[in-house]
Nanobody
Framework: QVQLVESGGGLVQAGDSLRLSCAASGRTFDSATMGWFRQAPGKEREFVAAIRWRTTSTYCTYYADFVNGRFTISRDNAKNTVYLEMNRLEPADTAMYYC??????????????????WGQGTQVTVSS
């Protein structure tokens, strides 16, 4: 059974940084796609970032426009873990952050329906 477990969320002030982690178990996603979505109260779930296998040991990364260079997604295949480093956080970044994964090289990586596996989420709250 595949499980994705997020950690690293919390309450921070505007301008601070957080590092989210997502540990996968049940299978490896070395040659597949992992990423992050978020959902704020009253809003739809939205794409944040994805990291997708390209060739042996190389990956492509993709970001939502609102990231604007503030976030970095990375992965450690030895630990079967994906990370989201978030810098210069803003109150608008307040949301539940979800880790996602799929066995395939997802083409439409910004669509939540493309991912088979979801974590339970970790809350990020940014105060002004």
């Amino acid at each position: 059974q595949v499980q994705l477990v997020e950690s690293g969320g919390g309450l921070v002030q505007a301008g601070d940084s957080l590092r989210l982690s997502c540990a996968a178990s049940g299978r490896t996603f070395d040659s597949a796609t992992m990423g992050w979505f978020r959902q704020a109260p009253g809003k739809e779930r939205e794409f944040v970032a994805a990291i997708r296998w390209r060739t042996t040991s190389t990956y492509c990364t993709y970001y939502a426009d609102f990231v604007n260079g503030r976030f970095t997604i990375s992965r450690d295949n030895a630990k079967n873990t994906v990370y989201l480093e978030m810098n210069r956080l803003e109150p608008a970044d307040t949301a539940m952050y979800y880790c996602v994964a799929d066995n395939a090289v997802v083409v439409r990586y910004s669509r939540p329906t493309e991912y088979d596996y979801w974590g339970q989420g970790t809350q990020v709250t940014v105060s002004s």
